[in-house]
């Protein structure tokens, strides 16, 4: 059992329904930190339950079926997302708890609501947490929870369930590093296993072979529903028309010693807010803005890379042709975006997985695009100089006038505030990203 979240089980009867369900009905709770996600207040009994009665199997096929997805895939705009992600959705005439539940890569996201309060409804959920666990622990648990069930099935003498014939087949995935890596690539495009384009997944595969799976993986992230992802040739091809030269040996470098964390240590935030401040420390840049020449000199390219007003692709990538040669491509037509877009660049550059020749900043929430938004922010708007400017009025015209002097957007002072601890997020997935994931 993880320290840190558990799925707790007591069997209980049931004396009616399919053999599976009243083999595993059960008081089930979801604990995350030594706080039950599945609190609430039972009306029949009239008292605060933390583990209302559900079908463990249920839960279970569910959990085995969206293995793939939620253990890899990020929040998404996809249509179906929630029915991978959100207990909700499970149905079979249960009372299930508003939990939804996404993955960065690196970290897992357990965000419980409150249900509504309705006239006849038994059980109603009251827990409103926002709990992050490592993904090796979110592995773990599942794992232990799934077994649990087939083994109180065995015990029931029940078998050839659903259950048992879908886990046989993550497990055998999971075992082989190629259909392990076609599933997540699937995750990580909004897929069910086997529903996306096979000629999508053998591209995918292809072009990781040239560019790096780490930086493929964060291009299937982006995907849009309904769109196509682009190949490493088209990407080449965006580069040499709209990307602007840079020398990936010109780039800005930390020392060795400088002691910041290993991805997947602590939370994106925070890993991109401590490299921020070593190379600023590195630097010597006090707290002072960041002129467009000295950001573009640091990041190994031109200043006219900044200075540019035209759009370029959909995402903001650097592609290298060699150690000497690369090409720089920026999505914003503004220019506190294209500062905020080539700081990010350079952050994945010194924070992001070494190896390979490209370096994506999309607008997808793994742990590597959430790490370069936050190095981008405290990089060019240090988060004590921007503090010392407010004096603590964090009105929105206070905001603009620092936003103004660092030369960033609104939203990058904003996430800022809420980092650390300056404003109150919003209860939404947007605000939690930003502060905790």
């Given at each position: 059992m993880s320290a840190n979240w558990s799925i707790n089980?007591?069997?209980e009867t049931l004396d009616k329904g399919p053999p599976e369900e009243r083999a595993c009905f059960?008081?089930?709770?979801?604990?995350?930190?030594?706080?039950?996600?599945?609190?609430?207040?039972?009306?029949?009994a009239n008292r605060l339950r933390n583990a209302p009665l559900l079908s463990a199997y249920s839960l279970a096929e569910w959990m085995a079926w969206n293995w793939w997805r939620l253990r890899w895939e990020p929040r998404s705009s996809a249509r179906d997302w929630v029915y991978a992600h959100r207990l909700t959705t499970i149905g079979g005439g249960y009372i299930w708890p508003n939990i939804t539940v996404f993955s960065d890569g690196e970290r897992i996201a357990l965000i419980a609501k409150p249900t509504s309060e309705r006239p006849q409804t038994p059980f109603r959920y009251i827990a409103n947490?926002?709990?992050?666990?490592?993904?090796?622990?979110?592995?773990v648990e599942v794992d232990n929870f799934i077994d649990q069930t087939l083994q109180r099935l065995d015990g029931e003498r029940i078998g050839d369930t659903?259950?048992?014939?879908?886990w046989k087949g993550v497990l055998e995935e999971r075992r082989t590093p190629e259909l392990t890596y076609a599933r997540k690539l699937e995750a990580l495009l909004s897929q069910e296993p086997d529903e996306a384009d096979p000629r999508t997944i053998a591209q995918l595969i292809k072009d990781a072979a040239?560019?790096?799976m780490a930086a493929i993986e964060e291009i299937a992230a982006d995907r849009s529903p309904g769109q196509s992802v682009p190949t490493a040739d088209e990407l080449k091809e965006i580069a040499d028309k709209k990307g602007f030269d840079a020398s990936p040996r010109d780039r800005a470098r930390l020392a060795p010693g400088h002691g910041t964390p290993k991805i997947g240590q602590v939370p994106a935030w925070r890993m991109g807010?401590?490299?921020?401040?070593?190379?600023?420390?590195?630097?010597r840049l006090d707290g002072k803005p960041i002129s467009n020449a000295l950001l573009a000199k640091l990041a190994g390219t031109h200043v006219v890379a900044l200075n540019e007003r035209s759009s370029g692709a959909s995402i903001s990538f650097a592609l290298d042709s060699d150690v000497q040669h690369s090409r720089v491509v920026l999505r914003s037509k503004w220019?506190?975006?294209?500062?905020?877009e080539l700081a990010r660049l350079l952050g994945d550059?010194?924070?992001g997985p070494k190896g390979g020749r490209l370096f994506p900043a999309t607008r997808a929430y793994t742990y590597r695009q959430k790490m370069q938004r936050s190095f981008a922010a405290e990089f060019l708007a240090p988060f004590d100089a921007v503090d010392e400017m407010l004096s603590g009025d964090y009105s929105m015209e206070n905001q603009l006038e620092v936003a103004s002097h660092f030369n960033v957007s609104e939203l990058t002072v904003r996430t800022l505030l809420l980092n650390h601890g300056r404003l109150d997020r919003e209860e939404s997935f947007d605000e939690f990203e930003a502060v905790n994931a």
């Open positions: 089980v007591d069997w059960a008081a089930l709770g979801i604990q995350a930190h030594g706080v039950w996600l599945t609190e609430g207040r039972d009306a029949l947490v926002a709990a992050v666990i490592q993904a090796s622990e979110f592995e659903n259950l048992a014939a879908i040239a560019l790096s807010t401590d490299v921020a401040r070593a190379l600023r420390d590195q630097e220019e506190s975006g294209r500062r905020f550059r010194l924070a």
